[in-house]
C-alpha cells in the first residue's frame, strides 16, 4: 500500500459522503457522473413510473452491446455485462491517462410494482440502456365508478 | 521504491464546471478519459454517454483539443428514484509539437469517443545506421 494516497482517499470519501447526502436537499442537478474506480454501484440508473409503465435507464458507456444481458424475474430486474479495456497490449509506462473503468459489472434493481414478464424491451443507443416495462394489470390504477342514490 | 512507481487513479472530476473565459451560461461535466501512447501516436478514449455522435464536436485550434458534446436534456419526467442527470460535456487538452494536427481521426460507438492523434512523421523514432569503417 506504498503507493496509496491518504489524501486522496479522504478526498473520496468526502465525495461519497456528499453524494449520499446530496439526494435528500434537492434534485441531484449537478451530474452524478461516473466515476469508474469508486466503490460503488456500476451502473448508475435511474427510475421512471407512469400509469402503465415502469422505465430503466441505465448509465454504461462503451459497453459492447452483445455482452448486455438483462434479466428479468418476478420483480427484480438483473443488469450484467462487460465494458471492455482499451484492445491490444499496452505497456504501463504508455499510458498518460487512465481514468475509464473496465470490467464486468452486474446490478439488480428492485421494481416498485409488479411488471408483465413478456413485455419488456430494452434497447442500447448512446452508451444508455433503458429497459422498458409494461405493468401487469393489477399494478395498474383503477377508476372506480361511484354510484350514486 | 514508491516514488518510482507512477499513480494509475487520476481523481475523478465529479464536479460540475462552466467553462473559463466564457459566459456561456451552459454547465459542463468534465468526461474521464484514457490516454496511451502507441508507436503511431496517442489514443484518447472518453466517455460520452448520452451525446449523440453526430453532436459531438471536435476542434484543434492553436494546438489545443477542445472536446464538447452537448446532450438533450431529459425529458420532463418524474423520477422515482435517480441517481445521475445528463449534463453536456466538456473537456480540453493542449497538444504537444509531436502531433500531426491535420491527421486526427474520430470514432465514436456506444457512447464512448475515440480520436487518434498520429505523431507527425519527423517526431517518430527513426534508426540511424551507424556505419562501420
Redesign the interface.
Known sequence: M??T?PF?EL?LLR?EVD?LFE?FAS????????????AR?YP???????ADEV?VEA???????KSLEVTLQENALLIAGEKPR?AGE?A??????????AGRFLRQVKL?TAVDQDKVAAD?R???LTVRLQKSEAARPRRIAINAA | ??EN????????????TATEATREPERF?TP???????KEG??V?A???????ETIGIDVEDGVLTIKAPVAEDAP???????????SYFRQFQLGEKIDQGAIRADAR???LTLHLPFAEKAKPRRVAVATG
Open positions: 506504498l503507493g494516497n486522496r478526498d465525495r453524494r439526494g434534485p441531484p442537478n449537478r451530474a452524478a457522473f461516473l466515476p469508474g474506480r469508486a454501484s448508475l440508473i435511474n427510475l421512471y413510473e407512469t422505465l448509465l454504461a458507456p462503451g459497453v459492447d452491446p482499451p499496452i504501463q509506462e504508455a499510458w498518460h491517462r487512465n481514468e475509464r473503468a416498485p442500447y448512446n452508451g444508455i | 521504491m514508491a512507481t507512477i499513480q494509475q487513479t487520476a481523481p475523478q472530476s465529479t464536479e460540475v461535466v474521464p478519459v484514457d490516454i496511451y501512447e502507441t496517442l489514443t478514449v466517455d460520452l454517454p448520452g451525446a449523440a455522435p419526467r418524474e423520477a422515482v428514484y435517480r441517481e445521475f442527470a445528463l449534463v456506444n457512447g464512448v
